[in-house]
């Protein structure tokens, strides 16, 4: 079990940028391959990227391949999301995950801990 705490969400313009930050609390999450998947009004929960415990290997959603980069710091128990010419349509909550190594990488059940979400909202 790891804890973790999401920051770097916010308000910014369409075709802006942020970054996104998870960190662990207590515990590392070296092992773990993680995830981030976001939520908005209305909708399931959508998986964005996740990254291998190594940071080897990389997997994103088709709606945001080739503008969000995943990155992880397991030195510093981190991950992170940069998210590059952001779209109003990624407007919602981003939600830090965890999972076994070796679980499906796509699904939100794969992943046994997350974090309590931080807001981004693109404005046209």
């Known amino acids: 079990q790891v804890q973790l705490v999401e920051s770097g969400g916010g308000l910014v313009q369409a075709g802006g940028s942020l970054r996104l930050s998870c960190g662990a609390s207590g515990r590392t999450f070296s092992g773990y391959r993680m995830g981030w998947f976001r939520q908005s009004s209305g909708k399931e929960r959508e998986f964005v990227a996740a990254?291998?415990?190594?940071?080897?290997?990389?997997y994103y959603g088709d709606s945001v391949k080739g503008r969000f980069t995943i990155s992880r710091d397991n030195a510093k128990n981190r991950v992170y999301l940069q998210m590059n010419i952001l779209k109003p349509e990624d407007t919602g909550v981003y939600y830090c995950?965890?999972?076994?190594?070796?679980?499906?990488?796509?699904?939100?059940?794969?992943?046994?801990?997350w974090g309590q979400g931080t807001q981004v909202t693109v404005s046209s």
């Open positions: 990254i291998s415990w190594s940071g080897g290997r990389q």
């Open positions: 995950a965890a999972a076994p190594v070796d679980s499906y990488v796509y699904t939100p059940r794969s992943y046994d801990d």
